[in-house]
Each structure stands twice: as C-alpha cells, then as structure tokens.
C-alpha cells in the first residue's frame, strides 16, 4: 500500500459539469501531443478531444461474442480428465484426443490457477494453461458456489414441476380486495408472526439491519460475481446480482439463471429483478425466493435503457403508480426474504415522482428503498439530486431503510451525505467500478493513493477469480478476458491521488492527456482499447489474432 503526500482538499464544491481534473503542472503532456502506452509522445492529444462522439455501440454484442465453435471440434469433457465417455460414438463431441492436441492453440502461461490453488483442474486437457497440471498440486478446498443450478430448474419449469401458489393466491386478493397494508409495522414484527404461523422455507424477513452498510449497486455486464468478489475484498457490505429479467427466469434460461450465482464470501447478498407485469414479476420472485439463497429480492425501477422502458420495465413503472403497487405487494407476498425497490427520482427530469412513493413502498411491504438522485430523462448526465434524496428520506416511515446514491467517488462523498443524514445509507455504483477500493477508503475515512502495481495486481485477482468463474479453457479465457475489458473500460478514469492538485476526484471531470508516475501507471491510464488488450495479454497471455473488443460507449462520459 503506498501513503505519499497528498494534495489538500476541495473545500469549495464547486466542480462544473464536464471540466477538466486539476492534474499537477508536471504531469501534463505539452498542448499537441499524447502519450502512447510506453509513455512516448504522440502527435494527436487526447486532451484536444474536446467534443466527443457519444451514444453506444449498438452493434458490439456480435464483435464481442465468444465464439463457441462446433462442438465436433471439441474435445469431450471426459476423455479430457481421463475419464471413460459413457456416450460412447454417439457423444457430438471429438475423442481424437492426438487430434486435438495438434491443433489446439498454445498454452498461455506455465501455471493454471486452478491446479496451483484447489489441486485439480476440471478443464484437463482443455485447460489453456495444461502444462501447470505436472506442477506441485494445491490443497485449498475449492468454495462452493452458492445458487449454482445445473439444468434441473429448467427441467421442472418445462415440465410444469413448480408450484406458484402464492402468486396465484395474491392475484386472488387484488380481486376481492383483502391485500394486506404493511403500514406501522417492522419488518421484524412481521417475521415473528410468521415464524409462530406459517412454517415458511428459510424465512430471513427482518433479519438484516441495513442502515449504514456499504453497499455496491447492481451493474449490468460489469457487475458480475468476480468483480462482485473483487469488492468484498476492500469491505463492502451489501451485493447484488445483476439485473435479472423476470420472465427469462420463468423462461429457464441458462445465462439469466447464471447471474444469481452467489459466492460464499457474499455475506449480504440480493437478486434484481426487471419487468412490467406483476403476475411474471411475482412468480420469478416466487421462484427465486424458493429456491436460491438471498437475503432480499430488489425490483428495479431505475433501468434508464430503452430495451426496458420502452417494454414498460425499469424506470418506465415510475409513470404507473397503480402497477408499482401491484408489482411491489405482489413480490411482497410470495418472497421470504427482505423486498427492497430501486427507482430514479422520476421519469421527467421536471416531475419528481419519488417523495409521493418512499411513504407507499414501506405501506406496500418495502423493507429498502434505494433512490438515484436522478430521473430516467437525465440517465447519467447533470449531477445528482442529493438535496432532493435528503426531503424523500423525510418522507420514509421508521419501518423503512432508504439508501441514496449518485456520483459518489470518494470516501468525502460518502461520509458528507451520511453526517448530513440525508439517507440511512449510500449505494456506490460507477464510483466502485473506477476505483473499487472506495469501500476500503469509506471504512478507513482516508485516501488511497494506490499504486499501479497494486492495480495490475488487483486484476490479476480478478482474473483469478473469472478463471474459477468463467473456466480456463478457451471460451472460459475469452470470457475473462472480454470482462476484463469492460471493467478496464471503467479504471482506465481513476486518476492516480499523487496526481491531483485538489482531492477528490470528482465523477464528472474529464483527465487532460497526463503522464503517470511509472510506465504502468500511464498505460492504466490509457483510454485506447489496444493497450486495454495489452494489459489484459500482461495478466492472460496473447489474445488471440483475430480477437476484437468494442466498448459499451463510443465515448467515455464525464457529464456525472
């Protein structure tokens, strides 16, 4: 950990939106030039890029889709542990395991993670670090992942096996009107009432105390369980899968099965769910509820993307009051678990919404209510409301927690807001992804000035932990190494402490073209995909030729 001399603080608060980060004189590249990735002067200056192209890359999705390849071209997962295949010449995959070997693509490094750590690698001879497998074995018992379904729940769901008896049963009470009204009573009153009646599945309501925990928001695409695990390292209290769609759940899908996985380590630890009918909702929260271990089930109101709000999902409920609390009784009812609710301020940046609802979702059942201080019209840009987060947690009911959060980057963000009081709680989101050790800077009340070999070193972690994830053959690697990317999508923002003239950093200043304090700290730097890959090939080996990687974002925004 490096301590060096830091710059003082920002007492003013003044940041206009989109201004440059005060870098120290001596760390400036010259007007007309840029660093390439070995620190060496260009001749087009990032920094002159004043207007940038923004929006998404609409097509990315099939540039970065790992391909799979024909699975006669595999080698079959048996033969390559040196098992028998009980399939015998039926089995789609190859058993011409000389074959195999002949074309299969070098070996990326000399030690498999899997083998150095857990003592076997279920990979084999698919492994894309094999040669490791002759070196001394590790004894570290392997975790057990938590919610890892197989394809039994798919199964069940194509044969009609589960039961949603509860979602039918609430559906019956919105019909004759005997709902019930949670209003003036705790969530833990509540769980002792059941406990004494209702001899529920694993009912953990009213168990948790969240008021002034940490806690890291559900982040599409990034916010997987490595980076999920990378958190709880640097102290984060509370995760949260990814956005889960409710009826690719109900649908059996693999990959929306696959992001309720949940590490041992995540000691508080939720599913978000998405959609727009609250009989779909219900039963997905039905099923997640009855099957998989959760502290508590989110529904997302604050998707601000136009695949969910123009299919009523995400921010869009925030124009429908009535589904709201059908959605949010529903879930109520049929979970055993806390039901918390993540929403914007509005849909209209002109027509706040939230301070009418904080009061109805305690009302409804809502143990949390986690408020971004802005409305889906302003998706990420202006700064966000905090004045208007402190009058909505006026608004909630003791019985109800409510978390804010918006443009929070250091641990004087996070702190200026809990001594204010203006929330129970603060939900870090592209903070953690810039800087994931801003839990550890909260808990510490001090700044962080990390060096790069820290950083490299973080993510060699992080691709440690995707190897346990994703696998060490080639479609796991690929996979690491694409997630990699994105979240490198996210670093490459953090300007090193010792660089600043005035701390924090804030969300929304844009880094002149700087030189770091080392080689390794300009490349991190670096807002170029080509020595993204670079440092990915420092911690993975070669990517292969022909692979390409394309951003979320044409640019990176720094409008807060």
Known sequence: MTVSTLPEKDTNASNPLG???????????PVGKETNSSGTPETTPAAAQS?????QNQNRGAANRVRKGKKADKLCVRLSVGEECPHGDSCPFSHDVDGY???KEPDLGPVCHLHALFGYCKYGLRCRYAEGHKAQPGTEAEPQLINAFGNDIQIRLRKKQISFARTAEIEEMFKTGAVPDYSGKSNSEESEDEDAGDKRRRLTRGRI??????????????????FR??????GVDITCSEMAIASSLLQGQASEWALVKRHPSETIFGVQLAGSKAEVIGRAAELVSAECEVDFIDLNMGCPIDMAFNNGGGSALLA?????ERIVRTMRHVVDCDLTVKFRTGVKSTENVAHALV???ARWGASVGTLHGRSRQQRYTKAADW???????????????LFGGGDVMSWEDYWAHMDRAVCDGVMVGRGALIKPWIFQEIKERRVWDISASERLDMLRTFANYGMEHWGTDSQGISNVRRYLLEWQSFLHRYIPAGLLEVLPQKMNQRPPAYYGRSDLETLLASDKVNDWIKISEMILGPAPDDFVFVPKHKSNSYQG
């Open 209 to 226: 105390d969240y008021r002034g925990k940490t806690y890291l928001a559900p982040l599409t695409t990034v916010g997987n369980l490595p």
């Open 19 to 29: 201004c440059d980060a005060p870098i120290k004189k001596e760390y400036l590249v």
């Open 101 to 103: 070997l002949a074309q």
């Open 320 to 324: 429908n009051p009535k589904k709201i």
């Open 229 to 234: 695990r990378i958190c709880k390292d640097y």
């Open 387 to 401: 004045e208007y987060i402190g009058q909505c947690h006026a608004e909630a009911p003791q019985s109800m927690a």
């Open 359 to 361: 009061p109805q979702f």
């Open 51 to 55: 207007k940038r192209e923004g929006g």
